[in-house]
Structure formats: structure tokens, C-alpha cells
């Protein structure tokens, strides 16, 4: 039960488009010869719902690509030969390994050869003119100068390729209302727009298909009323963002990130899932006011990412197993209520200029307040279960004491949101690993 083959095909055609761009390179810019790769293989990848028929070859082929690409990376020998042309560029980028796995993933899961195309072609064609278009004639970066450049121009070409990608396949192969095909096409280059802005590392070839399947996946046959409603969820997160932009001196990018975030969270959740993050975003600014000092500080996307992965983490690990989704729903609102503390905490701390005792009972007050009642409320969780989770968000600040001893506080940098990413990971582990162990499951209406 292999295509041989359709798998030998593709492996040639990878070392084949490998070898003769390495042969041109001269000619090329090191950009140049990566979109080159990226383009050939995409389009070769648009042919494996009609050349493969199981699963497994994809599978397969995945892997033994993956083992090249490393040996091409890690091996010095080929890292300055062959490896050169995926590896010429200056930035750090893992982009051809996250291509590879985000292609096997669409495959396996797919239902329909429209959910697969529509994403795959997004990969393929959105990111290489974007960033043709971007290099070339961007003129206007929208991002701040901790933040990755991000041009405008390019992101709205993303926008254009990513519609057009969406648009043509479900108008020629599917039986979707026309009204529905360009509100399901607005919002897939909508989205794939915001992952680009955000994205570094070359992490878009993951987010990219991944979030544009489960966008087509958890859609199908949709209404019109309810497209038009998914559409409101994003302007209520813009504008929800817009408010704590005016309060705060969050970038450009954080907004965009936060409205991904929130959109992947009502894709993937619901309006409960959405609650702790919305009041997370709404109390950290209040009780008490920012004040000037604050304001200052410019928040980057990297703030809404450490507010947020933790949680993200939870409700896309409860999409796979569903039956832990009541457990991950409450370690997905504790992780919340963690960080509102922390950050409280730290507010209190460093601007507030309040004493230890002080900013411990206003960060756990408004933790329990604003986001663990709530939670209670919402799941019906025993008493057990809510004093679990009172516990761990009390034994969340000891380190967080530590932390701001040991990281500036009022100069954020990377060790800080990764510290404070493992600190809230940690707990809410923790947490789960308790439930899970002693079979504390208990339903969400």
C-alpha cells in the first residue's frame, strides 16, 4: 500500500530543483534561489491528492525529505554546498522544515481536495509574491524597531494572492454560493494577511496551512449569516485591541497579532474560550490606570505571544482530544488567570511603587475576580477542582517574585516573556497532569 512511484517522482523532482538552482546561483540573490525551491516544490505538492492515494507515502516522502533538509542544514559539507541554496539568506529560518511538515499535515487530514489545495496554494504562491513585492517596492514598514520589517505593500499583495487562491477552487469545485465563496475567500486572505505580519522564523509555512485548513475544516457549508458573523468576531477583537491601543503604546503588529489570536480562538473554541483572553486584555491596563511611565513602554507582538501561547497550546490540544476538552478548557482559563496575576503583580511592583503584600493581594484578587469565578461559573468545576486551581495560581508568584528580581521589568526583553512562557506552562502542567491522573473530567455546557 505505497505509491513508489509518485514518491520517487517527487523525491527526484526536490533533488533535481535542489541541484540546478545551486547550479545557477550566481545569478541569483540568496532570496531568490529559496522562493525558486518554494514555488517548484508547492507546485509539485498541488498534485498529491491526484498522484497519491495513501496516506502513508506522504507520510513517507515527509520524512526522507525532512532527513535531507536537515543533513543539508547540519552538515557542514552540504551546509556550504547544496545546503546554500536554502541557507544563503542571513536571517535565522527554519521555513523549509516547517514547508515540508505543514504539507504532510494538510494531506493526512484532509477531507476534500478543495481543503487541501486552498491552503497549499496559499503556501506556495502568497508568501513568495509578497515577499517579492515587498523586498522590491515596500516602501512602508509597519512594524516598530524591535519587530521584524514588515512592509504594507507586501502585506496587502499577501491579501490579493491569498483571495485568489481561496477564490478560484471553491468557485470551480464546489457547489458554495457565490456570496459565500467571496466571504470565505475575504476572510482566508484576511487571515493568511495577519499570520504573515506576524510570523518570523519562517513559521508561516506552518501557521499559514494549518490555520487556513482548520479555517475551511470548521466552516463547511457555512452560511452567509454566519460567515458575516465571523467577520463581526474580527472587528470586535480590532476594535476590543483598538481600545487597549489608545490606553497602552502596543505596535502595529500586536494589534494584527491579537486579532489572529482571538480569531483562532473562536474558530477553534467558541465565545467561552474567548472570555478569560478578552479579560485578560481588558483588566491588565485597569485597576489602577496606567500611567505615563507605562504608556511609554512599547508593547510588542512578543507581549500578545507570551500572554497568549499557553493557552492557544491548551485549545489546540483539545481539538485532538476531545475528551479532556472540559480539563483544558479550565488549564486554558487558569493559564489566563496566571498571567493577569503575574502581570499585576509586576505593575504593582515596578509602577504602582507598592509594597510586596500589596501587589501579591491585588494581583491574586484580580486573577480570582476577573477570571477564575468566571471560569467556576461557566464549567461547574467541584470545589476540589476550584481550590486546585486557586492553589496553583497562589503558587504561580513565589517564582514570579523571583523573576522580577532577576529580569527588568521595565525594559521587557525576550528573557523575561520566555521566562515568564515557562513559569505559566509550567503551572498549568502541573494542573493538568493532576486532573488528567486522577480522572477529574468535568463537562462544559
Excluded at 169 to 191: N, R, Y
Excluded at 224 to 239: D, H, K, S
Excluded at 403 to 427: C, H, I, M, P
Aim: hydrophobic share 50%; net charge positive; with cysteine.
Amino acid at each position: 500500500m505505497f505509491d513508489v512511484l509518485a514518491a520517487i517522482g517527487v523525491l527526484i523532482v526536490l533533488g533535481g530543483v535542489i541541484i540546478s538552482t545551486k547550479l545557477c546561483a550566481k545569478k541569483l540573490t540568496p532570496e531568490g534561489t529559496r522562493k525558486i525551491v518554494h514555488i517548484t516544490m508547492g507546485c509539485v505538492a498541488l498534485s498529491f491528492p491526484f498522484v497519491f492515494t495513501y496516506k502513508l507515502s506522504v507520510i513517507s516522502v515527509g520524512l526522507i525529505a525532512i532527513a535531507v533538509l536537515l543533513v543539508l542544514r547540519f552538515n557542514g559539507n552540504f551546509r556550504g554546498g547544496l545546503g546554500s541554496v536554502l541557507l544563503g539568506v542571513q536571517r535565522k529560518s527554519f521555513g523549509e522544515i516547517y514547508f515540508v511538515i505543514s504539507i504532510v499535515i494538510v494531506f493526512v487530514f484532509h477531507k476534500s481536495t478543495v481543503e487541501y489545495l486552498i491552503p497549499i496554494s496559499v503556501l506556495t504562491f502568497a508568501d513568495s509574491v509578497a515577499a517579492l513585492i515587498g523586498t522590491s517596492y515596500g516602501r512602508y514598514n509597519m512594524a516598530h524597531q524591535q519587530e521584524d520589517t514588515k512592509s504594507r505593500e507586501g502585506s496587502v499583495m499577501f491579501f490579493i494572492v491569498a483571495f485568489m487562491c481561496a477564490l478560484i477552487p471553491l468557485q470551480l469545485m464546489t457547489e458554495i454560493g457565490k456570496a459565500e465563496v467571496l466571504m470565505i475567500s475575504f476572510l482566508i486572505g484576511l487571515l493568511a494577511a495577519m499570520i504573515e505580519t506576524v510570523s518570523r522564523n519562517g513559521n508561516d509555512n506552518l501557521l499559514l496551512p494549518l490555520l487556513i485548513f482548520s479555517l475551511i475544516h470548521y466552516n463547511t457549508n457555512p452560511s452567509l449569516e454566519q460567515l458575516l458573523a465571523n467577520f463581526g468576531i474580527i472587528l470586535f477583537f480590532f476594535v476590543a485591541l483598538l481600545f487597549t491601543y489608545k490606553m497602552t503604546n502596543i505596535t502595529k503588529l500586536s494589534i494584527s497579532y491579537g486579532v489572529l489570536v482571538g480569531y483562532v480562538i473562536m474558530l477553534l473554541g467558541g465565545m467561552l474560550w474567548a472570555i478569560p483572553p478578552l479579560t485578560l486584555l481588558v483588566a491588565f491596563g485597569t485597576l489602577p490606570m496606567m500611567n505615563r511611565e507605562e504608556k511609554q513602554m512599547t508593547q510588542t507582538y512578543k507581549v500578545i505571544e507570551s500572554n497568549t501561547i499557553i493557552g492557544v497550546i491548551c485549545l489546540c490540544i483539545s481539538v485532538i482530544f476531545q475528551h479532556y476538552r472540559d480539563v483544558l478548557y479550565i488549564a486554558f482559563s487558569l493559564s489566563f488567570a496566571c498571567l493577569l496575576a503575574i502581570n499585576t503583580y509586576s505593575r504593582f511592583i515596578h509602577f504602582v511603587k507598592a509594597g510586596k503584600v500589596t501587589a501579591i493581594s491585588s494581583g491574586l484578587a484580580k486573577a480570582t475576580f476577573f477570571i477564575a469565578l468566571p471560569t467556576l461559573y461557566i464549567t461547574k468545576m467541584s470545589g476540589l477542582t476550584f481550590a486546585l486551581y486557586l492553589m496553583c495560581l497562589v503558587a504561580a508568584i513565589p517564582p514570579a517574585i523571583y523573576l522580577n528580581k532577576k529580569y527588568d521589568y521595565q525594559n521587557v526583553g525576550d528573557k523575561t516573556f520566555n521566562a515568564n512562557k515557562f513559569l505559566t506552562g509550567t503551572v498549568v502542567g502541573v494542573f493538568v497532569a493532576i486532573l488528567i491522573l486522577t480522572g477529574g473530567c468535568y463537562d462544559i455546557p
